[in-house]
């Protein structure tokens, strides 16, 4: 099977090799406006090129352009009190959403910079994560420290009726499946625990939980579903610290790369290729893993990070690739065939 899923992706490629295909020709941009703090995600907007946002703990968010013209930091968003742990885009680009560690979830419009609404958490709690329901935009989905997953609508900033769940810990980690209908949520007590969400009206409906590490923390997720009829089934992406990253699938754990480092990072499944995951081992690097491989499953390795590199992006024609670090650093990386 293996095999056959490996076939499928040299096909896409291009009939070339995975290292070749993931080979980079070096760094397109370096963006340091978060220097000296931590910049825990950096995501591309949707269907775009050359839209990037990154966020701090310095307590900020960045909303950069690429293209055309010289690389510039288009907007600098402030307003929360403290670190900023996570952030969306919407499906149309033109709200994010921001968790915090001062406890409050803002939404902004990133072409004017301006906050639109200021949620409160109702326990006080800091707010760790967050995703946007796919199918429902007026929806977005809160994780606190509370152990709480909360829905919300942004229009309103009220709680949607019947849509929170408890975790065993602090949600740390949120994803949504393709369709919207499944929530899955990462904690630091090691679990991921999975909801049926309504994209109607919100309401979430406890599924199932797996204990994927005891003792450590889920600090990222990210599910697709796979583009080879070979491999039909979805599959989620989860780095569980201090040291995993694994994939699942409908019939347990598929594979696991180990050594990661103790670091929060966040890896990211290719947006193109069936099989290639951009992932960070908690050391300088950034590092590419065939995850059809249990075994030799490292692609490539970029180097040039000067602290951790905690979380990595590509656009959404894989023609760029973004990495931040612990020291606040945020690369963008060129493809050799871009």
């Known amino acids: 099977a293996g095999g056959a899923r490996g076939a499928a992706s040299r096909a896409m490629a291009g009939d070339t090799s995975l290292s070749e295909n993931y080979a980079f020709a070096g760094v397109f941009h370096?963006?340091?406006?978060?220097?000296?703090?931590?910049?825990?995600?950096?995501?591309?907007a949707h269907d775009e090129r050359h839209l990037l946002a990154c966020c701090s703990l310095d307590g900020s968010l960045s909303v950069c352009r690429l293209a055309p013209g010289p690389p510039a930091v288009l907007r600098r968003l402030r307003g929360h009190g403290a670190g900023v742990s996570d952030f969306a885009w919407s499906l149309s680009n033109d709200v994010l959403v921001s968790t915090s560690l001062d406890g409050t979830l803002r939404i902004w419009d990133p072409a004017e910079g301006r906050c639109i609404r200021r949620v409160q958490d109702p326990d006080g709690a800091e707010l760790l994560c967050c995703a946007f329901q796919p199918l429902n935009n007026n929806l977005t989905v809160v994780g606190s420290a509370r152990h709480m997953v909360r829905?919300?609508?942004?229009?309103?900033?009220?709680?949607?009726r019947g849509g929170s769940g408890r975790l065993p810990g602090r949600a740390l980690a949120l994803c949504f499946d393709a369709p919207g209908r499944v929530l899955w949520a990462g904690d630091d007590r090691g679990s991921v625990s999975s909801f049926l969400c309504d994209p109607g009206t919100g309401r979430l409906t406890k599924a199932s939980r797996v204990l994927v590490q005891a003792g450590g923390s889920i600090t990222s997720l990210s599910a697709r579903a796979w583009a080879s009829r070979e491999a039909p089934d979805p599959s989620l992406l989860v780095n569980a610290c201090p040291d995993r990253l694994l994939l699942f699938r409908s019939g347990g754990i598929w594979g696991h790369w180990g050594h990661l480092g103790p670091q929060p990072l966040r890896s990211c499944f290719c947006p193109l290729m069936s099989l290639p995951a951009g992932g960070v081992?908690?050391?300088?690097?950034?590092?590419?893993?065939?995850?059809?491989?249990?075994?030799r499953a490292t692609v490539n390795t970029l180097q040039g990070h000067g602290a951790a590199v905690l979380a990595v992006a590509f656009n959404c024609d894989e023609s760029l690739l973004a990495s931040?670090?612990?020291g606040g650093t945020v690369i963008v990386w060129r493809r050799q065939h871009a």
């Open 324 to 326: 931040a670090d612990a």
């Open 281 to 295: 081992r908690g050391d300088a690097c950034v590092h590419f893993f065939d995850v059809g491989r249990a075994a």
């Open 151 to 160: 829905v919300l609508n942004i229009s309103t900033g009220k709680a949607a």
């Open 30 to 44: 370096v963006f340091d406006q978060h220097l000296d703090s931590a910049v825990r995600k950096v995501q591309f």
